[in-house]
């Protein structure tokens, strides 16, 4: 198997930087979009876990765009073959102070495009806070 491939790489990374834009942003369109419209998509978030998509798409729409502004850091995604990756990133936000958000996204291409088919996200303190 081929692992990181520069081509596939460079797709990847430019749709988690997409899904960045969107989320600081509030763009739900792109969200939903970026979101695999399936049952079995799941994303655990803070204080939710949302099994398949509708669910995804409710939160997003119920959601405050209030504070979502975030720096990230450490991001590394890691691709494997042609049609599967993993992004993992860590955040900082000015209202979490002593905390840091992790978040994990699994990426696979499909004929419309890459996709999450299943996210996580946590907060936790700072490592030394």
């Known amino acids: 198997m081929d692992i990181d491939l520069p081509d596939v790489l460079a797709e990847v990374t430019a749709q988690f930087e997409r899904y960045e834009k969107a989320l600081v942003s509030n763009d739900v369109a ?8 399936d049952s079995r998509t799941l994303r655990y978030g803070i204080a939710e876990n949302l099994y398949g998509y509708g669910a995804i798409r ?5 959601r ?6 975030r ?7 890691s691709t494997y073959g042609r049609d599967s990756a993993v992004a993992s ?3 900082y936000r000015d209202s979490l102070a002593g905390k840091v ?7 696979v291409r499909f004929p419309e495009g890459w996709r ?3 996210a996580h996200v946590s907060i936790i303190n700072e490592p030394g806070s």
């Open 71 to 77: 720096k990230t850091d450490k991001t590394v995604i």
């Open 30 to 37: 792109v969200l939903d979009e970026l979101f695999r419209d």
């Open 58 to 62: 409710g939160f997003r729409a119920a």
């Open 89 to 91: 990133t860590l955040f």
């Open 116 to 118: 999450i088919v299943a």
């Open 64 to 69: 405050s765009p209030v504070g979502l502004m």
């Open 101 to 107: 958000g992790r978040q994990m996204q699994t990426w």
